[in-house]
């Protein structure tokens, strides 16, 4: 069987900030003399004359880079600065001067800010600007692009006909210090618009102020999440902004921008697109990847009450695994799953615990001294960015708590079943190999988080922490009550409230034993003594650009546990008969909605068989 595994871990100096003047010679150095990673670059010397306007006193910032920079193996595409999409090359912006803000609305009611892409390299254009939340750290990346297709009359960029102005706060209580205008640019026919100008003028702005994008180098986005907003009952003052997504996943390349709605207009910007016959030519090769995984590998601590802890699959195997089949009498599993059906359907076949007790037991247990984290490889965004899909297996997944106002419920058996694969993503992007987010599985689904929302170690290796029993990953300890999200506001305030009074008069035995108040499926987290360190114990088992041997466990299509089911309504129920009718009746609404996994366990399949494998993460 052929595969790699890097077992070694990188040290480096703690994490401190830097300063911005220490931002701004550092990518000075950066754009002047080579990419950190490499010895030259073709584009590094010159930087774009249009987009340095003399006499611009506006300040420079640049995002926020977590811990130092790496230094990467030479070899290949990766870590240049630039990709080639085919006819179309981008590059990653790393300067940006302000254009234009507000100081209210949006989340956190901190308002929104404009900002334009500056000191890119000579022959790269402008596609957009961008804008993020004042309550969010400049954590992204955001494209310029360069024709390279030689092509005079029908290259791949050409600049806009006209604008159309979609919003203006012109007369409005934003709290401003100027006027701001967001326009559309209008493509000429055959090219599509990337991104929006913003500017603090109500004349329009130069045509060579972007480029627009001929249409085979783009592809469809989506509306995703909401950054700022003004809502009025004139429609010309009414605006959303969001950012966007791909359609597709897999050869779309987002560019960064932000996407501007108002009450009339129902248009939609595009994103890039890989065309490039190797698509995949900026990806990492084996000794990028291993310093990509041993600089920004996470530290996975575990509760302090933890009692099953995640094993390698081997251990699990060795130490009595049973496979059972159909009309088939159960039996072990050979080596490293040799014996595992890999061309039949997910209910073909299970896994189970072995029988007798002292074996069944050691096995829920796990061993965490001889755990390992799978490492699945994989393409993103089009060949521009890397995931690191972390996998680990627990051999058993232990019963849920349920938050009931202040008190909370141990489920006892409810919840527990046998195998638990859960993992965590690293998104790094090809440029210049630097971690752009965090995917945190949490039960079914989970979510995106920027590497500023972890506790660094070493400056750059997020700390992520694994709940209780359930080992569901977040980025903070802490208590998480996961809430049905048909229960409304009000419905919320009225249990409180009567939970609030019937502690305060001693009308019930439930009482509050700590600041924890809600109603749904509860998970903990807390450091202890218990911790892996997925730099030091990994196998990268799938590289999906490489030719490498797949390890036999990983083309399993059965279920790596039996079907279990439970009766959490009646056990839940019986603790709301003793609560006010009114009470029992949104306690009952509450349970109505509980994940499904808390009525009834099928067993869980193994990676491969996932839709994230080769799909995008859900969220």
């Known amino acids: 069987m052929q595969s790699f595994k890097f077992t070694y871990e990188i040290t480096g100096a703690p994490f401190s900030k830097f300063s911005l003047h220490i931002y701004e010679i550092f990518f000075i150095i950066l754009q002047i003399v080579c990419n950190t990673s490499h010895a030259s670059n073709d584009f590094s010397t010159l930087l774009n004359p249009n987009n340095n306007v003399e006499n611009d006193t506006r300040p420079i910032v640049s995002f926020d880079i977590i811990g130092q920079s790496l230094s990467y193996p030479a070899g290949g595409e990766f870590g240049k600065g630039t990709i080639d999409l085919g006819g179309l090359e981008v590059y990653e912006a790393l300067y940006f001067k302000k254009i234009w803000e507000t100081h209210s609305g949006g989340p956190k009611g901190l308002g929104v800010s404009f900002y334009e892409p500056t000191s890119i390299p000579v022959g790269f254009n402008v596609i957009g600007h961008y804008c993020k939340p004042n309550s969010r750290a400049m954590l992204t990346f955001v494209l310029t692009a360069k024709d390279t297709t030689h092509d005079p009359s029908h290259g791949a960029l050409k600049s806009p006909i006209d604008y159309t102005l979609i919003w203006t706060s012109k007369g409005l209580n934003v709290s401003q210090r100027e006027d701001g205008y967001i326009w559309l640019p209008v493509p000429p026919d055959g090219y599509k618009a990337i991104g929006h100008i913003v500017t603090t003028s109500p004349e329009k702005p130069s045509l060579d102020k972007v480029r627009c994008v001929r249409s085979d180098f783009t592809d469809l986005t989506k509306v995703d999440r909401w950054i700022w907003g003004h809502k009025m009952q004139s429609g010309s003052s009414m605006v959303h902004l969001h950012t966007t997504k791909p359609k597709t996943r897999a050869l779309s390349v987002p560019t960064g921008m932000f996407l501007a709605r108002n009450g009339s207009n129902t248009h939609e910007l595009v994103c890039l697109k890989m065309v490039k016959t190797n698509p995949y030519s900026a990806m990492p090769n084996p000794l990028q990847i291993r310093t990509m995984i041993n600089a920004y590998a996470p530290w996975v601590y575990f509760h302090p009450d933890e009692q099953y802890f995640p094993s390698s699959v081997l251990w699990f195997f060795e130490h009595g695994a049973e496979l059972h089949q159909r009309d088939q009498p159960p039996r072990l599993v050979i080596n490293d799953g040799d014996n595992l059906p890999n061309n039949g359907t997910a209910d073909d076949a299970f896994l ?122 977040y980025s903070t300890p802490t208590s998480f009550i996961h809430t049905p999200g048909n229960l409304d506001s009000s419905d919320i305030r009225m249990l409180y409230d009567e939970f609030q009074m019937m502690n305060d008069s001693r009308k019930s035995s439930i009482v509050k034993k700590d600041s924890v108040v809600g109603f749904g499926v509860r998970d903990d987290t807390a450091k202890s003594k218990n911790l892996m360190d997925i730099a030091s114990t990994y196998n990268v088992v799938c590289v999906d650009y490489m030719k ?71 969220v």
């Open 548 to 618: 490498l041997g797949i390890e036999p466990w990983l083309d399993y299509t059965g279920r790596w546990g039996p079907k279990i089911t439970y009766d959490i309504i009646k056990d839940v129920t019986d603790l709301a008969n003793t609560l006010p009718d009114n009470v029992k009746e949104l306690i009952i609404k509450v349970l109505q909605q509980l994940p499904p996994e808390l009525h009834g366990e099928e067993g869980p399949q193994g990676p491969k068989m996932k839709e994230s494998w080769t799909g995008d993460e859900p």
């Open 352 to 473: 189970d615990l072995p029988q007798d007790q002292p074996s069944k037991e050691r096995l829920q247990k796990g061993f965490l001294a001889d755990a390992v984290a799978y490492i699945h490889v994989k393409p993103a965004l089009g060949g521009t960015c890397t995931d690191l899909a972390i996998w680990l297996y627990y051999p058993f997944n232990g019963g849920e708590r349920f938050q009931l106002g202040p008190h909370t419920i141990n489920l006892g058996k409810i919840g527990e079943h046998v195998s638990d694969w859960e993992h965590i993503t690293l998104r790094v992007e090809n440029f210049h190999g630097t971690l752009n987010g965090v995917y945190l599985s949490q039960n079914a689904k989970g979510n995106w988080f920027t590497p500023s929302e972890f506790e660094l170690m070493n400056g750059t290796r997020p700390v992520v922490y694994a709940s209780l029993h359930g080992h569901a990953h």
